[in-house]
Structures are given as C-alpha cells and as structure tokens.
C-alpha cells in the first residue's frame, strides 16, 4: 500500500505549482463571510495557494498538510507574497484537533479520504471550531468521476449536500450549491467539474 505522504511528496514534487498559486474561486466569491482577523485553520492546504491568499485578506492564518514538499513550496509563496502563515506538518487522520480554537474552518478539496475517515475528521472539525464558527467546504460532487479533471476516481469520496447537512446536524447553512464549471487551477484541476460548496456556521448554545 502506498504511503499517502509520499504520494502526496511525489506529486508535489515539480517546480511548477499542482493547483496553481491562485486561490480556489470558492474562498473569492465567498470571503464575504470571514470577518478579517479571525483565526482561520486550513486543512490539507497543499501547496498553500489558499492559505496564503487568506493570510493577505487579513485572516491569522493556521495550516496543515501531510506533505513536506507542498510545505516548504507553501512556505516559499507565503515569503514570496509577503504573509505570515503558521504552516504544520501532519496526517489528517491523526491530526489533534484542539477544542474551539478557531473561527473558522477551511477545507477544500481534501476527498482523497474514504468515507470512514472522512466521518472522523469531519467529527474533528466541528471539535475545533468554536460555537458560532464558520465551516466552509467545497469539493466534488459524485458525477465527477465521469468527468475526469481532478480528483479521486472514487465517487463514495465526493459530497452532495445532504450528506454535508447530515454530518453537521443544527449547524445554520448560510450558502449551499451543487453545481457544474470550468476550473482551471494549475495542471492538477482543469476542464469542466462537478462541484459542491457548503457554508455553515456552529451552533452557539448562548446565543441561543
């Protein structure tokens, strides 16, 4: 079985930026939601084309991924833009997901997870966030196998909303879309996809 860190090390191990050093179109068209200066984690952030972007909207900035290789390019285009990203190696799926300690939460595109996992890190999620956070996802829908412009060719990987809705019960779903687009983000995502955003915010027990 292939170690999913040097998996990930030797598909990020090109000069070239795998998904490109432009953020998602996802964090552009939905920053509106994320007040500046809140604390934000990005997970599975690769080669850190979202978290740095976010580090220059003003956010504190805090990321993780499972590959050295993207770490030290991430660290390169933080340096390289002028921002500070707090950048951390480690597996997903061990990962200590400290109590409330964030704002927010961004995930996007990390479905290289079985659906075991993926319930695991999700519980992670809503762990870390703290209540009246913000979670943002946004990954591909099931029918993008069919497609074949990027991700695993694994549909039980992908979203659809109902699935997202029912691993954060009583979250407020502030915007939700299943939806098709052209993407293009460097060699790793191009051509038409199949795509899922959710944006939801925790429950705040005193807020009622």
């Not at 879309?177 to 051509?191: F, L, P």
Request: proline content about 6%; aromatic content about 12%.
């Amino acid at each position: 079985m292939t170690n999913p860190a040097n998996f990930w090390d030797d598909r990020f191990s090109q000069p070239e930026y795998l998904f490109g050093t432009k953020p998602a179109d996802f964090l552009t068209r939905h920053i509106h939601f994320l007040a500046p200066g809140s604390r934000v984690l990005c997970i599975a952030d690769g080669e850190g084309r979202n978290s740095v972007w976010l580090a220059g909207q003003g956010m504190d900035v805090v990321a993780m991924d499972g590959s050295g290789v993207a770490l030290d390019k991430a660290r390169a285009l933080a340096a390289k833009t002028g921002v500070h990203v707090d950048y951390h190696q480690g597996d997903i799926t061990k990962w200590d997901w400290e109590d409330a300690q964030y704002d927010a939460l961004v995930g996007i595109f990390f479905q290289f997870l079985a659906p075991d996992a993926r319930a695991q890190v999700f519980a992670g999620l809503d762990r870390a966030l703290r209540p009246g956070g913000l979670l943002m996802l946004h990954g591909y829908a099931p029918r993008q196998v069919e497609y074949g412009t990027g991700g695993p060719p694994n549909a039980e990987n992908m979203y659809d909303l109902a699935l997202l809705n029912g691993a954060f019960p009583g979250y407020d779903v502030l915007f939700e879309a299943d939806y098709d687009a052209e993407v293009q983000e460097g060699r790793g995502h191009s051509g038409r996809s199949a795509l899922v955003d959710f944006i939801a915010r925790k429950p705040d027990p005193l807020k009622g």
